[in-house]
């Protein structure tokens, strides 16, 4: 499985939505030949020294058989 970690600063409900961050994410993927992977993304806070906070965080867990069209 690859991870693929992205900060953001605008949360979107739809994996479709952050499409840069997937087409990376399946790059790798295609590279290192696996099949699974998660995208983390994470609400960047106006002062980023603030502690880490789970509600902002949002993960997708990506199968590259699904996606394999937008490669």
């Known amino acids: 499985m690859i991870?693929?970690?992205?900060?953001?600063?605008?949360?979107?409900e739809n994996v479709n939505d952050y499409k840069v961050?997937?087409?990376q994410?399946?790059?790798y993927m295609?590279?290192?030949e696996v099949e699974r992977g998660m995208l983390a993304v994470y609400e960047r806070p106006e002062d980023f020294n603030e502690e880490?906070?789970?509600?902002r965080?949002?993960?997708?867990?990506?199968?590259?058989e699904l996606f394999i069209h937008d490669i």
């Open 3 to 12: 991870l693929e970690i992205k900060t953001t600063s605008q949360i979107k």
């Open 21 to 23: 961050y997937l087409v």
């Open 30 to 32: 295609q590279n290192v």
């Open 57 to 64: 965080l949002q993960i997708f867990f990506i199968n590259i």
């Open 52 to 55: 880490f906070d789970g509600e």
């Open 25 to 27: 994410l399946l790059f």
